[in-house]
């Protein structure tokens, strides 16, 4: 029982943040650039065309957060999130070192690891999956997603090298 609570704590901060930070890619809610925005900081990444990565991002930090939070579809939702994580280290923080204080991917890998752990953890007794009594194949998805998600990251590096930049702009 307190590991399911634990585990409904984790799902609900972390989707509902995840959740934010797609709204504020795709809208100007919440301080966010909205998806003109966005677009602009993709293409200061290399990411062109800029709206659709950041359309992209959004859609991906939006569902998967709500999958997330909701414990729905496990682990579709960290699949998600990961992907989106897996680029931000990848295009925007890794060349800046490790450390969040210099811009670096401290905390991508840190919701990286927590959105895979709970995957592999489940989403534990107080989730929708739990409810509906519905199991997905974990490991096959989350393994296939994750590294499907690698492939475009590493292929975006290859078509476009990632630019010398000094924006801020996280996620």
Same mark, same amino acid.
């Given at each position: 029982m307190p590991a399911d609570?634990?585990?409904v704590m984790i799902r609900v901060v972390i989707g509902g943040l995840f959740m934010g930070h797609g709204l504020q890619k795709l809208t100007r809610w919440v301080g966010g650039y909205g998806l003109a925005g966005t677009a602009g900081y993709m293409e200061s990444l290399g990411l062109r065309p800029g709206r659709l990565w950041a359309l992209v991002a959004g859609l991906c930090e939006t569902l998967g957060g709500a999958l997330f939070a909701l414990g729905l579809l496990n682990p579709v939702g960290s699949v998600l999130i990961g992907a989106v994580m897996l680029m931000a280290i990848a295009r925007a923080h890794w060349?800046?070192?490790p450390w969040v204080a210099n811009g670096g991917w401290e905390y991508a890998l840190a919701n990286l690891t927590v959105v895979t752990g709970v995957a592999l953890t489940g989403p534990g007794a107080y989730a929708v999956d739990s409810v509906l009594g519905r199991?997905?194949? $974990? @490991?096959?998805?989350?393994?296939a997603g994750l590294a499907l998600a690698l492939v475009v990251v590493?292929?975006?590096? $290859? @078509?476009?090298p990632v630019p010398a930049h000094g924006s801020q702009q996280t996620g």
């Open positions: 609570l634990g585990l060349g800046r070192g199991t997905l194949p $974990v @490991v096959p998805i989350l393994v590493v292929g975006s590096t $290859v @078509v476009a």
